[in-house]
């Protein structure tokens, strides 16, 4: 009997011992591929801050402006002014929608024109 425990005890010991391995083979590749995503998020934000900055260096106001002054002749750009704004009341609202009826009502007869009521 005491064999039989030795046996199953050692076996209980080589199931854990293969259960824990797996786990930290599992861990261990949970841990690089967080690496990884971690890597590749700061080269993605490094990218967006070089394009940031791109962006503000090809809008800086000087550069617009001499754009705007080499290509007059061809775009004819003009600085906004009050007079090129409307008024509200300038604009159109489109009409609003039909009403449907919802119990039409039935005329029997004609109407002829020039007849009195009464």
């Known amino acids: 009997m005491r064999g039989f425990v030795y046996v199953i005890t050692a076996l209980a010991v080589i199931g854990l011992a293969f259960w824990a391995y797996r786990e930290t083979h599992l861990t261990q590749q949970s841990v690089a591929e967080m690496r990884s995503l971690h890597r590749e998020i700061s080269s993605l934000r490094e990218a967006l801050d070089v394009q940031r900055a791109e962006w503000a260096y090809l809008n800086r106001p000087a550069r617009l402006r001499d754009l705007v002054h080499l290509n007059y002749d061809e775009l004819g750009l003009m600085p906004f002014s009050s007079e090129q704004f409307g008024e509200i009341d ?16 039935e005329v029997i007869g004609q109407l002829h024109a020039g007849e009195d009521d009464g």
């Open 90 to 105: 300038q604009v159109a609202y489109p009409p609003p929608p039909p009403v449907a009826l919802r119990r039409p009502i």
